[in-house]
């Protein structure tokens, strides 16, 4: 099976700029988590989404959100970009169902706010 | 709210020497999950071992074994063997089924040669 893929891996944007980043699951899996990751904070839950609907939210403003579409791929969207918004995002996915719990991450999207 | 501490930023191991992570977590759930995941240079977080509560037996894959303490709450991460590729960021995690993941702040691990 193939791995959960994030394009882009890159990114570069200017301060009070929008971004899309988008997360594909592995096959068969319906739920997908969002991570922030900065060296000062560490690893951060974003939200979850799971058959299209959010499950969970972390402790984020408005200005980042998601959406889950038919086929469990995911987008997530941070509006008017901030310095410290510089960092690495993470996808991951699980099946979310039966007792099989564990989380497959992508690769990341490392984005640098300028 | 649940937490993950672990309390060793850094640590050293020589190479083909047995090294152990630490890892304690706070929670009243009776059915959850703990993970080692390992972040190498490359940023890809990569799931070491899964420990399920309700399995008294510690998980073991190849190198890397758990010691699996419920009562006490305590998660380490034993890696036999250690080989340069071992080099990483350890990450404990936590997580409850129905709610989100939850890490620690994540262990660097250096391999000397």
């Known amino acids: 099976k193939a791995g959960v893929t994030q394009t882009p891996r890159y990114l570069i944007k200017t301060r009070g700029q929008q971004v899309t980043l988008s997360c594909s699951p592995i096959?068969?899996?319906?739920?997908v988590s969002w991570y922030q990751q900065t060296p000062g904070q560490g690893l951060q839950f974003l939200f979850e989404?799971?058959?299209?609907?959010?499950?969970n939210k972390g402790n984020f403003p408005g200005r980042f959100s998601g959406r889950q579409f038919s086929n469990s791929r995911s987008e997530m969207n941070v509006s008017t970009l901030e310095l410290g918004d510089s960092a690495l995002y993470l996808c991951?996915?699980?099946?979310?169902?039966?007792?099989?719990?564990?989380?497959?991450f992508g690769p990341g999207t490392r984005l640098l706010v300028l | 709210a649940q937490t993950v501490t672990q309390s060793q930023p850094e640590m050293s191991v020589q190479e083909a020497e047995t090294v152990t992570l630490s890892c304690t977590y706070d929670?009243?759930?009776?059915?959850?999950?703990l993970f080692w995941y390992k972040q190498p240079p490359s940023r890809q977080m990569i799931l070491v071992i899964r420990?399920?509560?309700?399995?008294?037996q510690n998980a073991t894959e190849n190198r890397f074994s758990v010691n699996f303490q419920k009562a006490a709450k305590s998660f380490s991460l034993k890696i036999s063997d250690s080989q340069l590729g071992d080099a990483a960021m350890y990450f404990c995690a936590y997580f409850r089924g129905d709610d989100k993941i939850i890490f620690g702040k994540g262990t660097r691990l250096h391999i000397l040669p």
């Open positions: 991951a996915s699980s099946p979310r169902e039966g007792r099989v719990k564990t989380q497959y």
């Open positions: 929670t009243s759930e009776s059915d959850y999950y």
């Open positions: 420990q399920e509560a309700y399995k008294q």
């Open positions: 096959s068969g899996h319906r739920s």
């Open positions: 989404y799971f058959s299209e609907t959010q499950r």
